[in-house]
């Protein structure tokens, strides 16, 4: 064994295999050298210099020369060899056994040293993630670099990184973490768990990755957008690596589900890259559909569990709801129905004689007991409005029943709950694990036999105009329902009970998730992507592209915006691609940073990610003449009065639901929304949105004026003025101007890049004023084409906020420059044209 060798004859062995390796066959990159260079030219941001240096490998004990000289003969004829020891716990040993994927270690180990990039596919539970690192760890990997893990949830790299230094016997220092705001890394660090988030932000200091010999995309087939841009990253930086003489590995792990994606998809690799199947012992799972589908999952769910719990055999129950709001709420139900205050008898010192009684108590689920935390987890972000009455459900303690141990699993619960799960229940109690959907793909429970399915998952729903991010519950897919199912079957024959019918299975379900690169705003993806450096977005070998036109447009969009010069992202686009919002809106934030006017921004971002606020009549009596009279003056008042300058439609969105607010804090919203033809809901989700951005932007910009105060007072004439200016700064390729023509084109516009005329709805309050020149959020189609959210303009403006799109004469001489002394700035008049149409800007003065 190695551990009898000295530290400089182990070293030899390792670089012996590594350049027998390197030098076996040139074209192991997984794609030809010639191809692979003219892609690196496409899509490669610059390397960077090595920026880390590497931990030292600590010197071992000095060994017998004779016995050391026997083990080189030994390693030399077997590939590969084990050369790293490490001294595991009985129990943990038997357990392992038990895994198939430990009776495949010589074989997976072979692939991987024989290729730069493996993919292997295997059911959930097989042991991939626990496993893998273990073997790279003992075949030496870890000996000069250290091992990366990426996982898309942050609860799989915690756990995980736990249950693998366990497992080995090694510490935290050697066995780390590291998630976004916590992780426990250190310079002895071997096996390093991460977020996939994590390692997309390393890349980007130190490109090539140089302090890592293997890479593993662990949960590949959740399919997050970072994971996927790594993917096409790594399939990039593997090859360069390999030409420095440094070779990196790449492993994907993945279920069993759509590996085509990583292997047919030929801009990726080249040369498909091998596919090792992990096998595991599943057994058959029955599964049972209801014959209703019950909307109200939360109380089904409970019901089915009681049922469970009270009927059927010894086993654990899994359940599976969408969010951490109802998890608790039903472990709550739980543990009433079935209270755990047992009196369990606890052996000391295995004398059977003397025992101790002792209580037991669940431990207790606290609302406040977490951090808000942004990583890209859907699904556990937490709903301030929940669907379900709680009162619905009848938990009333259950007399004869048997004590059940309850415990809550989802993303955000500290540590150290989450790893209750894995625990035996004391006093030998049923198990039950009340889960969102980590405990799907990512997290394997022990000892569960019934799994209750209610179906449904939450994922985020990006808005069209905003990209605000909300979050919706919707059908999982079949592929899900399949893996929920799954779980039942580990260590045994177990049951699925699903909340829906079998026909809401097969008529609704679609068979995949699509993966979130494909759901996510193009505009934001690839602002995000050029901050990384990454060059030519639209050749990225992604696993699966978004839409290239889109991806295009997207481009030149954010060239006006001037957040991209030149194919890189400016200053401004850095600032930009920290807010959480598509790039037309963080750019409005950024600069409503600098003017003090972020709370107003982000509420007016929020008003427009929700549809229907204004409704565009009172809602009780549409006929009350009356009632339209005054309805119509106060969406005026909104605007600013008669006074044209502060006129915008935006405007009104703002001031209406600042009043609404102040309404609300007077208890009185609903009232208040009937009369002035407001939609209540949609006051309630703006300000559910409101926090979320708030918060989300507190975390990028900790100096940001983060009000959480939702009443807002109306703006001051000047910063309506400058809240105008950030509009237009934000939406310059949407601007319009008035047509002469009055009988023909009544009301009418044309817009900057647009044929046909658009025109002012009746419900515009800027129909009475008719400003020249506008800008508008959005155009839609009736009987003609409508502007939405029009904001009136001056085309002075348009040098400051617009540049990109005007072309300036030369500063005219007459009238001479001026300074002006309030600012200290000095001005000159030019004249020029704008945009596509080559409007006429005659005599605007710029800086
Ligand atoms: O990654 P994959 O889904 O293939 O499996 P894994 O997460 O490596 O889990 C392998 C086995 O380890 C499963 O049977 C788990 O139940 C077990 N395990 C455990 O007992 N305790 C943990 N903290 C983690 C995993
Ligand atoms: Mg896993």
Known sequence: KLNSLSGAKRWELIEDTRNETKNDDPNVVGFDESDSESDNEECEPEPQRESESKPEPKPEPPPEPAKAEKQIKKTAERTPAVYVDVIRDKEIQKARLKLPILAEEQQIMEVINENPVVIIAGETGSGKTTQVPQ????????????????????????????????????????????????GNTTDDTKIKFMTDGVLLKEVQNDFLLTKYSVVILDEAHERSVYTDILIGLLSRIVPLRHKRGDPLKLIVMSATLRIEDFTTNGRLFKKAPPVVKVDSRQFPVTVHFDKRTSDDYLKAAFEKAVKVHTKLPEGGILIFLTGQQEVNTLVKKLRKKFPLKVKIDEDIDNKPKKKKRKEVYAPEVNLDDYSVDWDNEACDQDEELSDHDDDEIDATPSVDAQPLWVLPLYSLLPTHKQNEVFKAPPGGCRLCVVSTNVAET???????????????????LYDKITGVTSYVVTWTSKASADQRAGRAGRTGPGHCYRLYSSAVFNDTFQNFSVPEIQQKPVDDLFLQMKCMNIDKIVNFPFPTAPDLLQLKTAEHRLEVLEALKEGKATPLGKAVAKFPVLPRFGKMLALSHQQDLL???????????????????????????????????????????????????????????????????????????????????????????????????????????????????????????????????????????????????????????????????????????????????????????????????????????????CNLSAPLSDPEPFYNPSNGRVYCTVTGSFGAQGWSLPNVQIE
Request: glycine share 4%; with cysteine; charged share 25%.
């Open 135 to 182: 073997f790279l760890y003992e075949a030496g990997y870890a000996l000069k670099k250290q091992i990366a893990v990426t996982e898309p949830r942050r609860v799989a790299a915690v756990a995980m990184s736990r249950r693998v230094a366990e497992e080995m016997n090694l510490s935290p220092r050697e066995v780390s973490y590291l998630i976004r705001f916590e």
């Open 442 to 460: 990512s997290l394997t429970i022990p000892n569960i036999k019934y799994v209750v399915d209610c179906g449904r998952s939450k994922v985020k």
């Open 599 to 805: 709370p107003y921004t982000i509420c007016l971002v929020a008003a427009l990610s929700v549809q229907e606020v204004l409704l565009e009549r009172p809602l009780h009596d549409a006929e009350d003449k009356e009632l339209r009279v005054k309805w119509a003056s106060l969406r005026r008042r909104w605007a600013g009065g008669g006074n044209s300058l502060l006129l915008g439609d935006n405007m009104v969105l703002l001031r209406a639901v600042g009043a609404a607010e102040f309404a609300n804090s007077e208890g009185r919203l609903e009232r208040f929304c009937r009369d002035n033809g407001l939609r209540a809901k949609a006051v309630v989700e703006i300000r559910k949105l409101r926090l979320q951005l708030t918060n989300e932007i507190k975390i990028n910009l900790p100096e940001a004026d983060a009000v959480v105060d939702p009443r807002l007072a109306p703006p001051t004439d000047l910063q309506a003025k400058l809240l105008r200016q950030i509009l237009l700064s934000g939406m310059g390729d949407q601007i319009a101007r008035k047509i002469d023509d009055k009988t023909k084109f009544k009301y009418g516009y044309q817009a900057n890049n647009m044929e046909e005329p658009v025109f002012l709805h009746s419900s515009s309050v800027l129909r009475r004023t008719l400003p020249e020149f506008v800008i508008y959020q959005e155009i839609y189609e009736t009987n003609k084409i409508y502007m939405r959210g029009v904001t009136a303009i001056e085309p002075e403006w348009l040098p400051t906020y617009v540049p990109h799109l």
